[in-house]
């Protein structure tokens, strides 16, 4: 009797897999480090809690933000961009931790990118229900560098769209330690998070986390 349930198979590591043109798919590379991202991302939000920024248009941002690093990503009634300093607290990001350097910078050149120097992570939480609209990320001072994306906790819908607005998105599930990549043709695609929906993750809880680093400046 063969009483192997996993086979070698069922045990690969899922490996790397390109979904568009210069956007890549890491599956679970960041899960080893996770307790170390959890970590770092309960250090800056003690000092820079997280918050629903609110859109130029002036509806509140269902995700809520923070951010470390050079640079933080942040919007108000006067438009989307980056500053150095923190507009709740008055005082400047705090430094990106070495981990999520290293996290960003191995991600990157999975896909790909070497040499990436991300200067600005973003925090993003969303709680039961939360969304992130399609958008693209275009707030950043030149193109060349690519998107590395971080997912921990709670599973989400992650939309990849065209470079149009109208193109067909595709959809990919986003679990716990996964890792997307896009650069090059794929750096201006349209993406987008649907609603999260209600779980509990050992580690964060009811919500699902993302790290969104970026060469900014
Ligand atoms: O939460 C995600 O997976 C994507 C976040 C995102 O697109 C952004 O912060 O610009
Ligand atoms: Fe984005």
């Known amino acids: 009797m063969n009483l192997d349930l996993f ?10 897999y390109e979904i568009a043109p210069g956007a890549w798919a890491l599956p679970g590379i960041a899960s ?3 307790d170390a991202l959890w970590a770092g991302i309960h250090k800056v939000i003690q000092s820079h809690p997280l918050r629903h920024l609110v859109t130029p ?3 509140r941002m269902s995700v ?6 050079d640079l933080g990503w942040v919007s ?7 500053q150095g300093t923190d507009p709740l607290t ?8 070495e981990g999520f350097r290293e996290m960003a910078i191995s991600a990157a050149e999975q896909a790909g990118y070497p040499a990436f120097e991300p200067d600005a992570c973003l925090i993003n939480r969303y709680a039961p229900g939360a969304r992130m609209t399609l958008h693209q990320d275009k707030n950043e001072r030149d193109y060349s ?10 599973p989400a819908v992650f939309e990849l769209g065209g470079l149009e607005r109208g193109d067909k998105v595709q959809r990919l599930s986003l679990q716990h330690g996964d890792v997307l990549v896009w650069g090059g043709p794929a750096r201006l695609r349209f993406h987008g998070v649907r609603a999260v929906d209600p779980g509990q993750h050992l580690l964060t809880g009811a919500h699902r986390f993302n790290l969104t680093f970026r060469k900014a400046a």
């Open 57 to 59: 248009g002036g509806s």
């Open 64 to 69: 809520a933000m923070s951010n470390c690093g």
């Open 76 to 82: 108000d009634e006067a438009g989307y961009r980056y």
């Open 32 to 34: 080893t480090h996770a």
């Open 145 to 154: 560098a690519p998107i590395v994306s971080v997912s921990l906790g709670l």
């Open 90 to 97: 008055q005082t400047p990001w705090p430094a990106m931790p």
């Open 7 to 16: 086979s070698a198979e069922d045990t690969a590591p899922p490996t790397p």
